[in-house]
């Protein structure tokens, strides 16, 4: 395991977000019925305005922006999953029939194949783990290798202090 991070890094990282991401974590808005509504697109945009609906959406929603949220991670999750179903043409046929269908249409997290979301959650939950590890050992790196070049830099200077106060005074001509 990597040693800890001490205090002074932590406080590098921002400790609130902004107000516009908890606006959106804390649902204020009313909770969006279906995955179109979700992703903020119509029911005959094309894959590539899902696309960039997902892409948009998700920079605000990604957990990384508030570590600390699980809500944010949760919305995430739910535009990951109607961004995977609405992206690929059978799953979006068959959700659109379902949404036509008499049954009610099944709420954003919810999905006909519960075996396949927590798999696709599982993973996401894989890549989030092993990103962020990552991201700790080169944080980690970057800081230990800053203070091993302090102390080597320390250890020059006080030799140079020390090789000054050795050397005799110079004479006056």
């Not at 029939?97 to 099944?106: G, V």
Request: hydrophobic share 30%; aromatic share 6%; glycine share 4%.
């Amino acid at each position: 395991m990597p040693p800890l991070l001490p205090l002074r890094l932590c406080r590098l990282w921002p400790r609130s977000p902004p107000t516009r991401l908890l606006g959106a974590a804390a649902g204020q808005r009313s909770a969006p019925s279906n995955y179109y509504e979700l992703l903020g697109v119509h029911p005959g945009a094309s894959t590539d305005e899902v696309k960039r609906a997902f892409f948009s959406k998700s920079k605000e929603l990604h957990p990384d922006r508030d570590p600390g949220n699980p809500a944010l991670h949760s919305r995430f999750v739910e535009l990951s999953e109607a961004y995977r179903v609405l992206s690929r043409e059978q799953s979006r046929r068959s959700y659109d029939h379902q949404l036509r269908s008499a049954s009610p249409p099944k709420s954003p997290g919810a999905t006909a194949h519960p075996q396949s979301a927590r798999q696709t959650h599982r993973k996401l939950e894989q890549v989030h783990r092993s990103f962020m590890d990552e991201k700790d050992r080169i944080i980690t790196a970057i800081y230990n290798d800053t203070r091993a070049r302090a102390r080597a830099n320390r250890a020059r200077l006080q030799q140079e202090r020390l090789q000054r106060q050795q050397q005799p005074p110079p004479r006056p001509p």
